[in-house]
């Protein structure tokens, strides 16, 4: 009698196991015959009964939104084991991130329906990959549902907006994280720590043939063997991958208000985006961009075979993806300098065979100038020239590590989300290190997602002995978060913190002068400095403004003398070399 117990102990533990739910796991999205999303209630509720009735999925809340809510992470792993440590050490990660835009909502759909049939057994299961997804990003976008703001789209009938509950971007904040949405996926990421991740949009630059589009990441700013893995592996897989699904895909076409045939340049994702943040850990990172203007159902199921394709790929050359990750990292700390700016290399490109569709310039019957008409009743296929090839503009050499004083601690916060080694001080200490004056910049003039940014930025570098207090921040670069610390800490690149406007106190003088008491001091000063008298009459002969601002001129003597405040435009992160 025992041994029968047993045994069926044992062929019960054997099977799928599936806990009893009464839940229709028939989506909206199916529902609808493909015409209509799923409200964010609905895929909350959709997720937490998937997990309560398949042992295999758990869906996680952590941390906050601006909309009040927290985010929420999925996952499934047929081994049941939800510990991201130990799933790390024998298994690769694939993370997807859906509803950063709820208005492109093809992701939030086509993710339910691959957790739903992986868990069915519907799809062939990995054996070495988990799969984690952020159902829904922007809460708060997804919570504001119309019809009618996504003004080019095909479908889904009602939808959410693409600004946040604060009306951000949350596509233009993964550095500077001014919602709590930014600062929740960064305690993901790390916690979660992907090799391959996919954020899913919709995007229309002119009209084509093509349901899918993919961005990955570019390949030269990744560099290395991993960028040369991404271009000349990945990429080409998936597209070999759909291609035998009937699914055609090309690269995002970075057009607007032209025909693509004339040729177009890969987008360079820089660390605003998602990608471009996610490159930053060394995960390989695609956007999923579906064509607005071809219908829901056909968008949606595109998406669901492209992220199964990118699912087997994972599986597939998992321990390699691995392997190049930790190349990267290893031979990145190996360096001694880092590129920061990029352009097209115009020198190299690349031969689309692109699905176009006839477009024109016609006369416009509403505003009487030329627009652009395509007809889709007259596709084609062209050679097109494809400018995927960046080349570094500068580059900055790595320092051993950086100090930042303790005042700094909105941008220590950041830091630390991004699990960033930093150590304090223990006392007050002189070092000697390289320090940077702001010597140029130049600011937008309108608002860009709550900053006014700055960009064309330059530095005067110098070598000055500064006391450091106790309780100050160094921090080593020798770690893991290398190059987050370079995109943020250096003022040059596209994305650092002070582009971002977070040291824009020290632009501003402080101290001043009144021009009657100054006059008198500036005649002194020139004369106990014949070098500075000669200095002060060039400048006058060669600069007739100068000449003719006598308020100009007493204040370059001030910043010529000891009186001039010493942190107006210094850079308050300096180097150890």
Same mark, same amino acid.
């Given at each position: 009698m025992k041994k029968i117990f047993f045994l069926f102990i044992l062929i019960t533990a054997c099977k799928t196991e599936k806990r009893d739910s009464n839940f229709n796991f028939t989506t909206i999205f199916e529902k609808s015959q493909g015409t209509e999303t799923a409200t964010y209630p609905e895929v909350i509720q959709y997720y937490t009964e998937l997990a309560k009735a398949f042992p295999e999925v758990t869906i996680e809340a952590?941390?906050?939104?601006?909309?009040?809510?927290?985010?929420?992470?999925?996952?499934?792993?047929?081994?049941?084991?939800f510990n991201f440590q130990e799933i790390r050490k024998n298994k690769q990660i694939l993370f997807i991130n859906n509803g950063i835009h709820p208005g492109e909502s093809d992701g939030i759909d086509a993710t339910m329906l691959l957790f739903r049939d992986l868990v069915n057994r519907k799809i062939e299961i990995p054996k070495n990959t988990v799969l984690v997804t952020?159902? &829904?990003? *922007?809460?708060?976008?997804?919570?504001?549902?119309?019809?009618?703001?996504? !003004?080019?789209? @095909?479908?889904?009938?009602?939808?959410?907006?693409?600004?946040?509950?604060?009306?951000?971007?949350?596509?233009?904040?993964?550095?500077?994280?001014?919602?709590?949405?930014?600062?929740?996926?960064?305690?993901?990421?790390?916690?979660?720590?992907?090799?391959?991740?996919?954020?899913?949009? &919709?995007? *229309?630059?002119?009209?084509?043939?093509?349901?899918?589009?993919?961005?990955? !990441?570019?390949? @030269?700013?990744?560099?290395g063997d991993l960028g040369n893995y991404l271009h000349t592996n990945m990429m080409p897989n998936l597209e070999e991958k759909l291609a035998a699904k009937n699914w055609d895909i090309t690269p995002y076409v970075n057009v607007f208000n032209t025909v693509p045939e004339t040729g177009f340049s890969q987008f360079m994702d820089s660390p605003r985006y998602s990608t471009g943040y996610t490159t930053l850990f060394n995960t390989l990172g695609m956007m999923v961009e579906t064509h607005m203007l071809k219908p829901y159902k056909q968008r949606v199921e595109g998406t669901y075979e492209l992220m199964k394709s990118m699912l087997e790929i994972t599986e597939t050359e998992g321990k390699n993806i691995k392997a190049l990750r930790t190349n990267a990292n290893q031979k990145l700390l190996a360096n001694k300098t880092y590129p920061l700016n990029w352009k097209v290399d115009t020198t190299k490109a690349s031969a689309l065979h692109f699905k176009g569709f006839e477009g024109k310039r016609i006369a416009s019957t509403v505003t009487g100038k030329d627009r652009l008409k395509f007809n889709n009743t007259k596709p084609f296929t062209k050679e097109v020239r494809y400018q995927n090839y960046f080349k570094p503009t500068d580059s900055v050499t790595i320092p051993r590590a950086y100090i930042i004083p303790q005042g700094w601690w909105h941008v220590m916060d950041l830091l630390q989300a991004n699990q960033v080694e930093?150590?304090?001080?223990?006392?007050?200490?002189?070092?000697?290190?390289?320090?940077?004056?702001?010597?140029?910049?130049?600011?937008?003039?309108?608002?860009?997602?709550?900053?006014?940014p700055h960009y064309n930025t330059s530095v005067k570098s110098s070598t000055k002995n500064i006391t450091f207090q106790k309780g100050d921040y160094i921090i080593n670069t020798n770690q893991r978060a290398l190059r987050y610390l370079l995109e943020t800490l250096e003022p040059q690149a596209p994305d650092s913190f002070f582009n971002w406007n977070f040291f824009d106190t020290i632009l501003q003088q402080k101290e001043h002068f009144s021009p009657y008491v100054w006059e008198?001091?500036?005649?002194?000063?020139?004369a106990r400095n014949p070098k500075l008298q000669i200095a002060f009459n060039t400048k006058k002969s060669y600069n007739k403004d100068f000449a003719n601002n006598w308020y100009a001129q007493l204040d370059w003597l001030h910043k010529q003398s000891e009186?001039?405040?010493?942190?107006?435009?210094?850079?308050?992160?300096?180097?150890?070399?």
């Open positions: 952590i941390g906050e939104t601006d909309a009040g809510k927290p985010l929420h992470i999925v996952t499934w792993n047929p081994e049941k084991n952020i159902p &829904v990003y *922007n809460v708060g976008g997804s919570l504001n549902r119309n019809s009618t703001t996504r !003004t080019n789209q @095909n479908g889904p009938k009602a939808y959410g907006f693409r600004g946040n509950a604060r009306n951000y971007d949350l596509n233009r904040d993964f550095i500077k994280s001014d919602t709590k949405n930014a600062k929740t996926f960064a305690e993901i990421f790390h916690k979660v720590q992907p090799d391959v991740f996919i954020d899913n949009h &919709v995007s *229309n630059g002119a009209d084509y043939q093509y349901t899918l589009t993919h961005l990955f !990441t570019q390949h @030269n700013k990744l560099g930093i150590t304090e001080l223990k006392n007050d200490t002189i070092i000697e290190v390289e320090s940077y004056k702001i010597d140029a910049f130049e600011t937008r003039k309108q608002a860009y997602e709550g900053h006014y008198d001091k500036a005649k002194a000063l020139l009186n001039y405040e010493k942190a107006h435009l210094q850079y308050p992160v300096y180097r150890i070399e």
